[in-house]
């Protein structure tokens, strides 16, 4: 059975449908911005903050109460950005702030629209910490094997597919009477 693609009346008449299962989204904080103020957070954006959705927008909490403060001055001009105008939309990382005062860290893609009349930021954030987490530990053991394969007292090289040099240790470069630099790139030829 062939599925005929959806026109735009028909996602139009069914927008309040496909709009709900998108704010219930589990995996993807969603939240709208108005004069500094969270007025909707989903409950995945809740939960990453360590609160409920409604205490977020009951207490006033804006962006900046969830945000490390090393990353405010960030989140502030890329907030501004989209409400004078200067950017429709806008992709970045930061670091956010629990309730209980722990952080993590997040990527949130916004953009500028109008609700209740006045301008307003709808967007996205997720979650990243076990993203950034893996990527230290991968970069951790990268630097460990580039320092082993520097203190390997033999030569060591290694190249691409088409014989060029990609790098070497110490050892080659005494080896060979070369630096890496001029090494790096160029074959045995």
């Excluded at 299962?21 to 993807?28: E, I, M, Y």
Aim: aromatic share 10%; net charge negative; with cysteine.
């Amino acid at each position: 059975m062939t599925i005929a693609p959806a026109s735009l009346q028909e996602i139009l008449t069914e927008a309040d449908t496909l709009l709900l299962g998108l704010l219930d989204n589990a995996l993807v904080g969603v939240y709208v911005i108005q004069d500094d103020r969270f007025v909707f957070v989903n409950a995945a954006m809740a939960a990453f903050c360590g609160y409920t959705a409604q205490p977020i927008c009951a207490a006033g909490l804006g962006p900046m109460d969830l945000t490390d403060p090393a990353h405010r001055h960030q989140v502030r001009e890329e907030i501004d950005k989209r409400v004078s105008g200067a950017a429709r939309a806008s992709f970045y990382g930061f670091r956010g702030v629990r309730q209980d005062g722990s952080t993590f860290d997040a990527e949130a893609f916004g953009v500028v629209t109008r609700f209740r009349g006045q301008p307003a930021i709808i967007g996205i954030v997720e979650d990243i910490s076990k993203r950034r987490l893996a990527e230290r530990e991968l970069a951790d053991k990268l630097q460990f094997i580039a320092q082993l394969v520097e203190t390997i007292p033999s030569p060591l090289f290694y190249k691409d597919e088409h014989g060029r040099y990609l790098g070497c240790n110490k050892a080659f470069e005494t080896f060979i009477g070369t630096p890496r630099d001029a090494v790096i790139g160029k074959s045995v030829f």
